[in-house]
């Protein structure tokens, strides 16, 4: 099972900008096998996907953060990343890094394989 663990979560104003970091294995991004995404869940709501990043480069946003949010890996350092702008408090939520073995940019949870532990990111009005 892949592994991952997510990093740069932290606690920001409203408007401000934070990027999150992904690490995955080696293998992972290198064989270009996986498709990746960020997904988060706030208290007492359900996961939600964030954005999403294919295997052959195709992206997929949610419409809440369409314009703000920009997903984007680098293959020679396997670190996906999360570049969040124009930070909203109800942005606030753990963060999650997943991947899976397929074709597509999913927003899906049930189709992703392998989770990280997640980041905390707080953004204050």
């Known amino acids: 099972q892949v592994q991952l663990v997510e990093s740069g979560g932290g606690s920001v104003q409203a408007g401000g900008s934070l990027r999150l970091s992904c690490v995955a294995s080696?293998?992972?991004?290198?064989?270009?096998?996986?498709?990746m995404a960020w997904f988060r869940q706030a208290p007492g709501k359900e996961r939600e996907g964030v954005a999403a990043?294919?295997?052959?480069?195709?992206?997929n946003y949610a419409d809440s953060v369409k314009g703000r949010f920009t997903v984007s890996k680098d293959s020679s350092r396997t670190i996906l990343y999360l570049q969040m702008n124009s930070l909203k408090p109800e942005d606030t939520a753990m963060y999650y890094c997943?991947?899976?073995?397929?074709?597509?940019?999913?927003?899906?949870?049930?189709?992703?394989?392998?989770w990280g532990p997640g980041t905390q990111v707080t953004v204050s009005s």
């Open positions: 080696r293998y992972t991004l290198s064989s270009s096998r996986y498709s």
């Open positions: 997943a991947a899976y073995a397929g074709l597509g940019a999913s927003l899906f949870s049930k189709v992703y394989q392998s």
């Open positions: 990043l294919s295997r052959d480069g195709s992206t």
